[in-house]
C-alpha cells in the first residue's frame, strides 16, 4: 500500500488564490503536473483534454481580458471591481486552465469525455499538492464567457472545465467539514 498517497488524500484542501504566494513549481515540476494531468482514464484515448498555462506576465494578459469584458457587459460596475478582475490571476504564481474538447464519436458519449476532464484537473490538483503546492480548482463566470473563452483562444466547440490556481499557502491550512459517510453511502 502507498500509505503516502492515501495521507496526502485524506489532508489535501483547497486554499484560496488570495491565500496563495510564491514561488510556483519549477520548469520541471510543472511538467510532471503537466503529464499527469494527461495520464487519467480516457475511453478511446480521445485526449478530451488541453491544458494553457498562465504564469508571470501571461497572468496579467489574463487580467487585461477579465477586466475589459468584465467593464463591457458592466457598464456599472465600480473600478475597484473592474480591478479585482483585472487581479484575477495575479494572486497565484501559477494557474492552468483545464480546457475540454470533446471529439464526436459513436461509442463514446460527450459525457464520459467530460468525466475524464475533471479526472484530468483532479490529477493536477493532486499532483501540485503532491510537490508540495496547494492548489483551487476555480470557474466563475471568466470560465463561461464567450467572449473571455475567445480572447483565451478557445475553439467554439470547446469548454473550460476550471482554472487551478497553484502556488505557497499563506498561512496554514485548516480542513472544513465533510460530508456525513453514512448519508452517501449505500450497499446494494
Ligand atoms: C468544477 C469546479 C468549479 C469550482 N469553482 C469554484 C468557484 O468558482 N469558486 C469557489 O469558491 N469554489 C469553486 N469550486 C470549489 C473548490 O474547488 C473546492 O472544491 C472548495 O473550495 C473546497 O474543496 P476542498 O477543500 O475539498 O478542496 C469549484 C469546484 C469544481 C469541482
Known amino acids: 500500500m502507498n500509505s503516502s498517497t492515501i495521507d496526502l488524500l485524506k489532508i489535501r484542501r483547497s486554499v484560496k488564490p488570495m491565500e496563495m504566494m510564491g514561488p510556483g513549481p519549477s520548469i520541471v515540476e510543472l511538467d510532471t503536473i503537466l503529464t499527469l494531468g494527461a495520464r487519467v482514464p480516457d475511453h478511446g484515448k480521445l485526449a ?10 501571461a497572468r496579467e ?3 487585461e481580458i477579465f477586466a475589459r469584458v468584465f467593464r463591457d457587459k458592466n457598464p456599472a460596475a465600480t473600478p475597484d471591481q473592474a480591478e479585482s478582475e483585472r487581479r484575477k490571476f495575479l494572486h ?4 492552468i486552465a483545464v480546457v ?3 471529439k464526436p464519436h459513436a461509442k463514446i458519449p460527450v459525457w464520459e469525455q467530460e468525466l475524464s476532464v475533471g479526472a484530468s484537473a483532479m490529477n493536477i490538483v493532486v ?13 466563475g463566470w471568466a470560465a463561461f464567457d ?9 475553439a467554439a466547440d470547446e469548454k473550460m472545465a ?3 490556481h497553484i502556488g505557497k ?3 496554514a491550512v485548516v480542513d472544513r467539514d465533510r460530508p456525513v459517510m453514512s448519508e452517501i453511502v449505500s450497499r446494494f
Open 100 to 102: 475540454a474538447r470533446p
Open 48 to 57: 478530451p483534454w488541453r491544458f494553457i498555462v498562465f504564469e508571470g506576465e
Open 169 to 171: 499557502p499563506t498561512r
Open 162 to 164: 476550471g482554472y487551478i
Open 127 to 139: 499532483a501540485a499538492n503532491a510537490l508540495g503546492y496547494v492548489a483551487s480548482w476555480l470557474t
Open 146 to 154: 464567450r467572449d473571455v473563452l475567445d480572447a483565451l483562444g478557445l
Open 92 to 95: 497565484a504564481p501559477l494557474v
Open 61 to 63: 494578459r489574463a487580467g
